[in-house]
């Protein structure tokens, strides 16, 4: 994800308006795992249509807040809505796709790319989940949108880290979910994948899709980004990313002193 040496993202895009329902709304998540609190009162809203980076240190429960928001891990106390809907219902409708950082994948099985991200149409299938025309269509243009129709029919494992990153990512392509959450997308890839991501979830944005994306990459957030989240266990800030990246709230974030640009202070 590169950095935009121009003008933000987020003082460029408006915020939507105030009439539509936001996208995902949190109020006063907690999550504990035992003993240990991962999530401590967060609040947070995303409209429609924009771009948000989640940003935090290893351990800041960046990923916690993805699985609380999906539905996935109960919370203690609070409540998550996505699209109006609560995250079970938002699952079951399909308005939300998840990309977790890492997949729980044998590498070794025989499975096609083409089949990977046909998997995100599972939610649309019959019990069957025999693959109609506008199954085969959806994976086709999400193979297409990610550079990946060339090895459509290579064994998922054959690919390089970047490019299995890309077929994830075609994979919530492919489910046409409006709302996407993805968990370091950028973390492991080359320069082409990392660039073909970038261009795959603008354009989403620029269709009215919705992403929440954890990064750790703060230089390339200004450029992506039209809002950032600074998370450590505790909501730090949320607005336009210039707003957020302030050595102050990077400090009181990550315990160092440093810049967007990733040189410290």
């Keep these: 994800m590169n950095a935009v040496e121009t003008e933000t993202a987020g003082a460029a895009r408006p915020a939507p308006e105030a009439t539509a ?5 949190a109020e006063g998540v907690t999550v504990r795992y035992g003993d240990v609190l991962a999530l401590e009162d967060v609040s ?7 771009i948000c980076g989640l940003l935090g240190a290893n351990g800041s ?9 999906m539905g996935l891990t109960a919370a203690e106390s609070g409540s998550v809505c996505i699209l109006g809907a609560d995250p079970a219902a938002a699952r079951k409708r ?19 790319v083409a089949d990977v991200v046909m998997m995100g149409r599972y939610g649309r299938m019959g019990p069957a989940r025999r693959p109609r025309r506008a199954d085969r269509a959806a994976v086709e243009q999400a193979l297409e949108r990610t550079g990946l129709s060339d090895l459509a029919h290579r064994q998922i494992g054959a ?26 997308p950028f973390a492991g890839v080359d320069k082409r994948s990392e660039a073909t991501i970038t261009e795959v ?5 620029d ?16 450029g ?4 950032a989240v600074l998370l450590q266990r505790r909501l730090v800030a949320h607005g336009p990313p210039a707003e957020v990246l302030t050595p102050q709230r990077l400090l009181e974030a990550f315990g160092i002193a440093a810049h967007p640009e990733g040189t410290a202070a």
């Design 21 to 25: 329902p936001p996208a995902v709304r």
């Design 44 to 50: 947070l809203s995303v409209g429609q249509g924009r």
């Design 61 to 69: 429960g960046k990923s916690t807040l993805f699985t609380a928001i």
């Design 94 to 112: 399909g308005l939300v796709g998840y990309v977790p950082q890492s997949e729980q994948v044998d590498w070794a099985f025989p499975v096609r």
């Design 159 to 184: 690919l390089s880290g970047g490019q299995r990153k890309r077929a994830f990512v075609a994979r919530g392509l492919a489910q046409g979910a409006r709302v996407f959450l993805l968990d370091e």
């Design 201 to 205: 979830l603008s354009g989403m944005r």
């Design 207 to 222: 269709e009215g899709h919705t992403l929440l994306v954890s990064t750790h990459d703060l230089a390339g957030v200004p």
């Design 224 to 227: 992506l980004c039209d809002e």
